[in-house]
């Protein structure tokens, strides 16, 4: 049987591409899913260089949020508001189902879901 009592890893980081759309969406979902692995509980999307997202890259980031939540890992989104990405992100109220941040430091600081 496994052992389930070792501590929580520290946050697996993703850094996804400049530009998010329907060519390489679903390449962004494989980065994000395969960071699910045996002891990560918090996975950060960072999209801090990210300077498009459109709808395709939206569906596919709330897909990987579905795939972690099944997995019993947290998705947090690093966006920043004031960039085209933060926009695109409250106008279509992604952060009502991810957790999103403004900065990378805030996400691995809040901490082990609870």
């Given amino acids: 049987m496994p052992d389930n009592s070792a501590a929580p890893t520290s946050p697996?980081?993703?850094s996804l591409p400049a530009e998010i759309d329907v060519?390489?969406?679903?390449?962004?979902l494989s980065l994000v899913t395969a960071a699910l692995t045996p002891?990560?509980?918090v996975v950060i999307?960072?999209?801090t260089g990210t300077r498009f997202c459109d709808s395709a890259g939206l569906r596919h980031l709330l897909l990987a949020h579905r795939q972690a939540a099944r997995a019993g890992?947290?998705?947090?989104l690093v966006v920043p508001p004031d960039g085209a990405v933060g926009r695109v992100t409250e106008l279509t109220g992604v952060s009502?189902?991810?957790?999103v941040y403004p900065t990378l430091q805030l996400a691995a600081?809040?901490?082990a879901p609870g």
Wanted: proline letters at 0%.
């Fill in 12 to 14: 697996a980081v993703v």
């Fill in 23 to 28: 060519t390489n969406a679903g390449e962004v």
């Fill in 39 to 41: 002891g990560v509980t």
């Fill in 45 to 47: 999307a960072d999209l």
């Fill in 73 to 76: 890992v947290q998705l947090r």
């Fill in 96 to 99: 009502r189902f991810v957790a």
């Fill in 109 to 111: 600081d809040a901490g």
